[in-house]
């Protein structure tokens, strides 16, 4: 029995993570969550004929109790809800709205589902997540192990684009992504990990390769001009990353997959990813993407070999992620704290 539940449920990463996840065995009931128009997305989802059983709530039902209805028992809560970029903003700029919808949620999940796996796709996500850990440490709720930012996205651009650039099918790639999600945070450590197609580009090819995995998202919101940021992809890569836990019970071996978190000493490996990282940017990074061994019950642990591999070029720019990232944490956790 797995309860999911989808917070953002009605909008255009929402629509289309909910019908994956309607479509998956191993989800048994699905719960919608929206301000608006969920009533008709779940009305339309639940005449699929699979077998999970389908429930929408808005927040305003029951005198504005559909947030805690939608979370009751829910073991994983993936969140797709706030304002996209249009064209000409940075992920920064949508932080003061998602930033305020976000901590709400998070209250929500604290004092309904506290277990639950939490899977942040809402952006900025550098500073989103920590934002969800305040809210979780105010309501003494917050473990680091069950909480994630969504960057497989960068990975599913890192396996894609480096096809591209080599002639060869995306699916050979298991590209892992390290840093942030946003711009110059997003690191590929494609010499440690693709080492072999990388190794087959120019100076000038892997710098154009990497600049591509760092502003993807760009591509897509120039393309949409103005109606919106990566849909498609997006439910895609949530609903990929999410699939990992929901496998996880059946798998002899635990999956790495990159993702982002707090590097919270409960977390085994934090410690050393750390210091590393200090070492290497002389910055205390709290929050930062690494490819972590994910299980039933979230993180098991971090491969910290995986960063220490990195080639120059890889650690230059883990240090200009660096800079960015430790500002874009610092603002989430003082929304909370100043607040
Ligand atoms: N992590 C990642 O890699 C990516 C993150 N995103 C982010 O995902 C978020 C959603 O993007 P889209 O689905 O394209 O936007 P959208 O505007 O199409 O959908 C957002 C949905 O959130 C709902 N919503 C607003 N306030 C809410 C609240 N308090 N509670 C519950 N739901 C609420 C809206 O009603 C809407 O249905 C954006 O912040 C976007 O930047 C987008 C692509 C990739
Ligand atoms: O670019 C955006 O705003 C949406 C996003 O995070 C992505 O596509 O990676």
Not at 29 to 58: C, E, Q, R
């Amino acid at each position: 029995m797995t309860k999911v539940a989808v917070l953002g449920a009605a909008g255009g990463i929402g629509q289309p993570l909910s019908l994956l996840l309607k479509l998956d065995k191993a989800v048994t009931d699905l719960s919608l969550f929206d301000v608006v128009n969920v009533p008709g997305v779940g009305a339309d989802l639940s005449h699929i004929n699979t077998d999970a059983k389908v429930s929408y709530h808005l927040k305003s039902d029951n005198n504005g109790t559909g947030l805690q209805s939608a979370l009751q028992g829910a073991d994983i809560v993936i969140i797709p809800a706030g304002v996209p970029r249009k064209p000409g903003m940075t992920r920064d700029d949508l932080f003061k709205i998602n930033g305020g919808i976000c901590a709400d949620l998070a209250t929500g999940i604290a004092t309904t589902c506290p277990d639950a796996l939490v899977l942040v796709i809402s952006n900025p996500v550098n500073s989103t997540v920590p934002i969800f850990a305040e809210v979780f440490k105010k309501h003494g709720s917050f473990n680091a192990n069950k909480l994630f930012g969504v960057t497989w996205l960068d990975t599913v651009r890192a396996n894609t684009f480096i096809a591209q650039a080599t002639a060869s099918y995306p699916t050979s790639f298991k590209v892992k992504v390290v840093g942030g999600h946003s711009g110059d945070t997003i690191v590929p450590l494609y010499s440690v990990t693709a080492a072999d197609a990388y190794a087959k580009l120019s100076n000038e090819e892997e710098s154009a390769l990497i600049h591509r995995v760092q502003f993807g998202g760009d591509e897509v919101v120039q393309a949409k001009q103005g109606a919106g940021s990566a849909t498609l992809s997006m439910a895609y890569a949530g609903y990929r990353f999410l699939k990992t836990f929901l496998n996880a019970k059946d798998l002899e071996e635990p999956i790495v997959e990159s993702c982002y978190i707090s590097l919270d000493e409960s977390v085994k490996g934090a410690k050393e990813t750390k210091a590393y990282l200090k070492e290497l940017t002389g910055e205390d990074i709290e929050f930062f993407a690494m490819p972590c061994k994910l299980g039933s019950n979230g993180v098991e642990s971090i491969e910290f070999d995986l960063l220490k591999a990195a080639n120059d070029k890889e650690r230059q720019l883990i240090n200009v992620c660096a800079n960015t990232l430790t500002g874009n944490i610092n603002k989430g956790v003082s929304f909370i704290r100043g607040n």
